[in-house]
Nanobody, 121 residues
Framework: VQLQASGGGLVQPGGSLRLSCVPSGIALDYYAIGWFRQVPLKERRFVARIRWSRSSTDYADSVKGRFTIPRDNAKNTVYLQMNSLKPEDTAVYYC???????????????WGQGTLVTVSS
């Protein structure tokens, strides 16, 4: 059982980056996949979520209009497309399976290992 998150790296302000999350060994049909992010000494915060079996999506206010969460069922992959990146987007990004349609961390039961995104010139 795992969620493999990847795609992090260093990008300049205003740039774009796409993260990938590949779940394996877990049921997904009635669940959601969410992205959260965390900076040192701060709690993990909700970024975006998508229902696996529908097109419903939801975003944190801080990323609306800049981030999207597309899904490729054929590749069993959920992405986080991040555009117009800002230095304050710097964080470790995690993907997780949501047992409910929620933006609350404890409603997510399986987590990936995290991938670091650094936005800096």
């Amino acid at each position: 059982v795992q969620l493999q998150a990847s795609g992090g790296g260093l990008v300049q302000p205003g740039g774009s980056l796409r993260l990938s999350c590949v779940p394996s060994g877990i049921a997904l049909d009635y669940y959601a996949i969410g992205w959260f992010r965390q900076v040192p000494l701060k709690e993990r915060r909700f970024v975006a979520r998508i229902r696996w079996s529908r097109s419903s999506t939801d975003y944190a206010d801080s990323v609306k209009g800049r981030f999207t969460i597309p899904r490729d069922n054929a590749k069993n992959t959920v992405y986080l497309q991040m555009n117009s990146l800002k230095p304050e987007d710097t964080a470790v990004y995690y993907c997780a399976r949501g047992s409910r349609w929620s933006s609350i961390e404890y409603e997510y039961d399986y987590w990936g290992q995290g991938t670091l995104v650094t936005v800096s010139s």
